[in-house]
């Protein structure tokens, strides 16, 4: 069955650098979308993308974030100047047309 | 602003036992509901979508019930299994976003 996968599964930034996140939708899909758990709290929405660009956002999603599909299989999230905060495993969706949302098994960041 | 609520926390059965896992939610103008299984360090495995418009969904020894008028849905688990150990994750689709809840860990004794 075609997965959701995302690189890489673990990452270790030093607070104030950029990271980005990377993911491979499944290939039919259609609608893409990011998550974060900070650990021991609930799952969170930061935004979904479709037809190249923001469908929905977050109040967490804000100018330190954006997402990009740089191709035609790559889905990514960029955060700037990141915070000790910002350490979360991020999760990335994706569906099709009246589909369930498939996700991946995540990216643990951990800002020093 | 949705607010989906999970209950108990945590939970710990004998094997063999059948359990009921409660997620209630604020806002009844949503799609759709979806309970996921989480493993650790995993990502999301969804386990049962009911629409709207539907009652009850069925998999296996799951089985979830959605009353969206009082803002409530279950999840059945028959015949427990250790391999049933996990945390259980309920979310409602509002057309927008997901708004989860805060999980149930569930643990299945052998």
């Not at chain 1, 996140?21 to 021991?40: A, E, K, T």
């Not at chain 1, 935004?47 to 469908?55: L, Q, R, T």
Request: glycine share 6%; hydrophobic share 30%.
């Amino acid at each position: 069955e075609p997965e959701v996968t995302q690189t890489p599964s673990h990452q270790v930034t030093q607070m104030g650098q950029e990271v980005i996140l990377r993911c491979v939708p499944i290939s039919n899909h259609l609608y893409f979308y990011w998550y974060r758990q900070i650990l021991g709290q609930k799952v969170e929405f930061l935004v979904s993308f479709y037809n190249n660009e923001i469908s929905e956002k977050s109040e967490i999603f804000d100018d330190q974030f954006s997402v990009e599909r740089p191709d035609g299989s790559n889905f990514t999230l960029k955060i700037r100047s990141t915070k000790l905060e910002d350490s979360a495993m991020y999760f990335c969706a994706s569906r099709g047309d009246s589909k369930p949302q498939h996700f991946g098994d995540g990216t643990r960041l951990s800002i020093l | 602003k949705q607010e989906v609520t999970q209950i108990p926390a945590a939970l710990s059965v004998p094997e063999g036992e059948n359990l009921v896992l409660n997620c209630s939610f604020t806002d009844s103008a949503i799609y759709n509901l979806q309970w996921f299984r989480q493993d650790p360090g995993k990502g999301l495995t969804s386990l049962l979508l009911i629409q709207s418009s539907q009652r009850e969904q069925t998999s296996g020894r799951l089985n979830a019930s959605l009353d969206k008028s009082s803002g409530r849905s279950t999840l059945y688990i028959a015949a427990s299994q250790p391999g049933d150990s996990a945390t259980y994750l309920c979310a409602v689709w509002t057309g927008n976003q997901f708004y989860f809840g805060t999980g149930t860990s569930l643990t299945v004794i052998p």
